[in-house]
């Protein structure tokens, strides 16, 4: 069974920083592209980025790109994905989800970890 727990959320002020984590069981997560997507209430999930599985491609929504960074070590099964110069419209849950092919973006997904921006 696919496990995806997030951690690291926060409070945090227009600028600040976050480092999320998401610790992978149940399947073999080396071998998974995985993406991180977020979700603000009243509205569908958002895609945010994606890591390929030996981490050589790297993807990012253009709101996030320059500002984001994921990151992973298949040794210890855990996906990051460091929050820098963060925005009040970052304000949202974030997901962890594998990246399946034929499956919709977030459809395996964890339980999320929340990050709210603001002053």
């Known amino acids: 069974e696919v496990q995806l727990v997030e951690s690291g959320g926060g409070l945090v002020q227009p600028g600040g920083s976050l480092r999320l984590s998401c610790q992978a069981s149940g399947f073999d997560f080396s071998i998974f592209n995985m993406d991180w997507v977020r979700q603000v209430p009243g509205m569908g999930l958002e895609w945010v980025s994606r890591?390929?599985?030996?981490?050589?491609?790297?993807t990012y929504a253009t709101p996030v790109k320059g500002r984001f960074t994921v990151s992973r070590d298949n040794l210890k099964n855990q996906l990051y994905l460091q929050l820098d110069g963060l925005k009040t419209e970052d304000t949202a849950t974030y997901y962890c989800?594998?990246?399946?092919?034929?499956?919709?973006?977030?459809?395996?997904r964890g339980q999320g970890t929340q990050v709210t921006v603001s002053s």
């Open positions: 989800a594998t990246a399946r092919a034929g499956r919709a973006v977030g459809a395996e």
């Open positions: 890591i390929s599985h030996d981490s050589t491609t790297r």
